[in-house]
């Protein structure tokens, strides 16, 4: 995934208890859980190259 940057999230209570719950299901910290919904929903939406298409644009050592 490369470099992460933090930042501060507002987030209200009931969505806030649906990502704890759906994140204590699938064994991931909340944190982790917001990481992967966020790229899922950026894959899905065509916004985010896969690893195998970013490889053939940059192969190693260029």
């Given at each position: 995934?490369?470099?992460?940057?933090?930042?501060?999230?507002?987030?209200?209570?009931?969505?806030?208890?649906?990502?704890?719950?759906?994140?204590?299901?699938?064994?991931?910290?909340?944190?982790g859980q917001?990481?992967?919904?966020?790229?899922?929903?950026?894959?899905?939406a065509g916004?985010?190259?896969?690893?195998?298409?970013?490889?053939?644009?940059?192969?190693p050592g260029?």
């Open positions: 995934m490369g470099e992460k940057k933090s930042f501060a999230l507002r987030i209200d209570a009931d969505t806030m208890k649906a990502i704890e719950k759906w994140a204590a299901d699938e064994f991931r910290s909340v944190n917001i990481e992967w919904m966020l790229h899922q929903s950026l894959r899905q916004r985010l190259k896969d690893k195998k298409e970013k490889d053939k644009t940059n192969p260029n």
